[in-house]
C-alpha cells in the first residue's frame, strides 16, 4: 500500500475514477475509486470535515458491514493493526491510497479527529455517516 497526498495526482485519478466527489452531499467525507490492472486499486478520500485528521482502510474483525451497532476504535488501534488498516494523515483536505484489494472485508473507511477518535466511517456501498 502507498498513500500519496498530491492533488495533481488526485485530479488525475478521479478523471478515471468510478465516479466523481459529490458537492455539497453534506457527508463528513466522500470516496472514489477505480481499479488499475489486476488487483490493483486507487482510492481517494476528499475530507470535507476539518476535524477529520486520519483516515484508515480496513475492517476489524469486532465491524461488521450489516450491523449498526456502535464500536469503539481509535487511530491508535489501526496503527497498531496495520495488517489490517492501512492509514494516512489528511493533508489538504485528500487521501490517496494505492491497494492491493478493496472490497467488502477491507473497504472499510473510518475517519478519526487530531486526538485518535473516531467521528466518521463509511461501509462499502454506504453513504458516510457522522458518528461524533
Known amino acids: 500500500m502507498i498513500a500519496i497526498n498530491s492533488i495533481g495526482l488526485f485530479r488525475n485519478i478521479e478523471h478515471y475514477a468510478s465516479r466523481h466527489f459529490d458537492e455539497g452531499m453534506g457527508f463528513p467525507f466522500d470516496v472514489i475509486w477505480s481499479q488499475k490492472g489486476e488487483g490493483k486499486y ?3 478520500v476528499k475530507v470535507n470535515d476539518t476535524r477529520i485528521s486520519y ?3 480496513g475492517n476489524g474483525p469486532q465491524i461488521s458491514s450489516t450491523s449498526n451497532e456502535d464500536y469503539d476504535l481509535t487511530h491508535e488501534e489501526t496503527l497498531q493493526m496495520n495488517d489490517i488498516y492501512e492509514t494516512a494523515v ?3 483536505n485528500y487521501v490517496l491510497y494505492v491497494l492491493d484489494n478493496f472490497n467488502q472485508v477491507s ?3 473510518t475517519a478519526f479527529d487530531k486526538e485518535g477518535i ?5 461501509f462499502p456501498s454506504e453513504n458516510p455517516r457522522l458518528l461524533k
Open 42 to 44: 486507487l482510492v481517494g
Open 55 to 57: 483516515v484508515a482502510i
Open 107 to 109: 473497504g472499510m473507511i
Open 90 to 92: 489528511v493533508k489538504d
Open 118 to 122: 473516531l467521528i466518521a466511517d463509511k
